[in-house]
């Protein structure tokens, strides 16, 4: 079973960024896709971006896309992040990395994955 650790959350202005991490171990890491969701207080949980198992193939919701980029090193570090820029007020949320189900997906779509982290916490100020 897989374990996934996020880090990198914090406070930042608007206009600012950050860089998230999620360190993974149990399974074979470069097999499966992986994805970064968000939890705002009171809404559902959002699909922001996804990334292939070989990294070849990246996803991105509407709402990020072309300010967020997602990466994973699938060597010895066996690690994905979410690169944040241009960060808005909107952006505020808990964001959770999590791990495909099946491996040699795609991960482009929030079904794929069934495995998450315990999230960590961005702040956006205006």
């Known amino acids: 079973q897989v374990q996934l650790v996020e880090s990198g959350g914090g406070l930042v202005q608007a206009g600012g960024s950050l860089r998230l991490s999620c360190a993974a171990s149990?399974?074979?890491?470069?097999?499966?896709?992986m994805g970064w969701f968000r939890q705002a207080p009171g809404k559902e949980r959002e699909f922001v971006a996804g990334?292939?198992?070989?990294?070849?193939?990246?996803?991105y919701s509407d709402s990020v896309k072309g300010r967020f980029t997602i990466s994973r090193n699938n060597g010895a570090k066996n690690t994905v992040y979410l690169q944040m820029n241009s960060m808005k007020p909107e952006d505020t949320a808990v964001y959770h990395c999590?791990?495909?189900?099946?491996?040699?997906?795609?991960?482009?779509?929030?079904?794929?994955?069934?495995?998450w982290g315990q999230g960590t916490q961005v702040t956006v100020s205006s």
């Open positions: 999590a791990s495909a189900t099946r491996p040699y997906g795609v991960g482009d779509r929030p079904t794929d994955f069934g495995s």
């Open positions: 990334i292939s198992w070989s990294g070849a193939n990246t996803y």
């Open positions: 149990g399974r074979t890491f470069s097999n499966y896709a």
